[in-house]
């Protein structure tokens, strides 16, 4: 069964600055990982997709995620935060073969301070 | 091209009414997706489909029906509310194939019951 831990249930960082927002992940086999980005009181938008391909992935609006196996991670950057950042982000796995539904991890909360 | 829209976007319930919620996508999409938000829970799957006629459960299916007639259509529905349905409703469909494919997301449905 796949799962993801989000290890920050919040995130606060001053814009200009870099941000981090951390995912590890589990699954029996090779993962599609994804994040996800849900600003206040829209639905969900995909940011970027790894689908066993490169494992530095660049997504929307200049944020990236890095698939590292050794250390079962997706985490998601951006060199310098952008007020319009401020939202939710979640992380989500599924199974490549496609055979089982997102799974959605808890979701991180940025907070960008001006 | 509206995306995925969902209706209403806001609705009170006393305990044991019923109700049904309306997903409607143009996207042509063969898989469509029930989920429930609730705080610091991240997105739960209620049911999924990946067709026409077809219907299957997801992780929390308990509580709630759904049926899905038409491709555009997907339907929730809640045969005696309780307070623990509480919740926001998202709606998503994606490409046919696989399930891990990126879903489009609807704006939501607030569910308050009493």
């Known amino acids: 069964a796949q799962s993801v831990t989000q290890l920050d249930s919040h995130v606060s960082v001053s814009e200009g600055t870099p941000v981090l927002l951390r995912c590890n992940y589990s699954?029996?086999?090779?993962?599609?990982l994804f994040w996800y980005v849900q600003h206040p009181n829209k639905g969900l938008q995909l940011l970027l997709k790894?689908?066993?391909?490169?494992?530095l992935v660049k997504g929307i609006n200049g944020f990236e995620a890095e698939f590292k196996k050794s250390e079962t991670s997706f985490h998601l950057t951006k060199p310098s935060a952008h007020m319009s950042d401020a939202a939710e982000y979640f992380c989500?796995?599924?199974?490549?073969?496609?055979?089982?539904?997102?799974?959605f991890g808890k979701g991180t909360r940025l907070s960008v301070i001006a | 091209n509206a995306g995925v829209t969902q209706t209403p976007k806001f609705r009170v319930l006393k305990t044991g009414q019923s109700m049904t919620l309306l997903c409607a996508q143009d996207?042509?999409?063969?898989?469509m997706y029930w989920y429930r938000q609730d705080p610091g829970m991240g997105l739960r799957l209620i049911h999924y489909?990946?067709?026409?006629?077809?219907?299957a459960k997801g992780e929390v299916p308990d509580g709630y029906n759904v049926s899905r007639l038409k491709k555009q259509n997907f339907l929730l529905g809640l045969e005696s509310a309780a307070p623990s349905q509480t919740s926001v409703y998202f709606c998503?469909?994606?490409?046919?194939?696989?399930?891990?494919?990126?879903?489009?997301f609807g704006p939501g449905t607030r569910l308050l019951v009493l």
């Open positions: 998503a469909s994606s490409y046919p194939g696989l399930v891990s494919e990126t879903q489009y």
């Open positions: 699954s029996s086999y090779s993962p599609s």
């Open positions: 790894y689908t066993s391909a490169a494992t």
């Open positions: 989500v796995v599924s199974d490549e073969l496609g055979n089982t539904p997102l799974v």
């Open positions: 996207m042509n999409h063969e898989y």
């Open positions: 489909s990946v067709g026409e006629g077809t219907t």
